[in-house]
């Protein structure tokens, strides 16, 4: 079974700071990993994806993650937020075990302040 | 490219009636899946066909859930008798079936339901 564990359920930064936030998952298998957004009354955009070729992946606005197999996480950065990056953020993975259907961390609320 | 499209965005619906809502994918994309997502959760997983073959339905989805895809392109998702506790945001996703990209799933918008 594969499943994933948003540490933060909330996170405040400050415009101009870095972002973090945090992803732990468990797979049996080779895991594709991925961190999508969903701004309010929107639907899911994806961020970024991890399928196995380079360990940091870069995303669109900035954000990027590193897949640490050691520890099992998958932690989605930004080095300064923007007011624009205030949204639900959830951490997703994937793997053969289901045929590659996603599960959904409970998910990450960013705010970011003036 | 028009993305994946959800209609209605919004229902609200008195308690024991039916609803349906519909989903048209990405035109060359040959898997369809719905996800149900309450306040304050992540998605969870419903159902997902590959072209028109349903592969599999979530113990989430009860007997009062049906969805359909005829003939391989769009889909519905109909809830009979419906409860207050269907209240939610219904998704729509649709990936390719490459063995490749099958698993990065472009969604729609959402349809949100209201039960009264």
């Known amino acids: 079974a594969q499943s994933v564990t948003q540490l933060d359920s909330h996170v405040s930064v400050s415009e101009g700071t870095p972002v973090l936030l945090r992803c732990n998952y468990s797979?049996?298998?080779?895991?594709?990993l991925f961190w999508y957004v969903q701004h309010p009354n929107k639907g899911l955009q994806l961020l970024l994806k991890y399928t196995s070729a380079a360990t940091l992946v870069k995303g669109i606005n900035g954000f990027e993650a590193e897949f640490k197999k050691s520890e099992t996480s998958f932690h989605l950065t930004k080095p300064s937020a923007h007011m624009s990056d205030a949204a639900e953020y959830f951490c997703v993975v994937s793997d053969r075990s289901n045929d590659y259907k996603l599960s959904f961390g409970a998910g990450t609320t960013v705010t970011v302040r003036a | 490219d028009t993305g994946v499209s959800q209609d209605p965005r919004h229902k609200i619906t008195k308690r024991g009636q039916n609803v349906t809502f519909r989903c048209d994918p990405i035109s060359e994309h040959n898997r369809l899946y719905w996800y149900r997502q309450t306040l304050g959760q992540g998605p969870e997983f419903l159902t997902y066909?590959?072209?028109?073959?349903?592969?599999?339905k979530s113990r989430l989805l009860s007997d009062r859930f049906s969805a359909e895809r005829p003939k391989g392109s769009f889909s519905t998702l109909e809830i009979q008798r419906t409860e207050q506790g269907d209240s939610a945001m219904y998704l729509c996703a649709s990936s390719s079936g490459l063995v490749q990209t099958k698993n990065i799933q472009y969604f729609g918008a959402g349809t949100r339901l209201s039960v009264l």
């Open positions: 797979s049996s298998y080779s895991p594709s």
């Open positions: 066909f590959q072209n028109e073959a349903q592969l599999e």
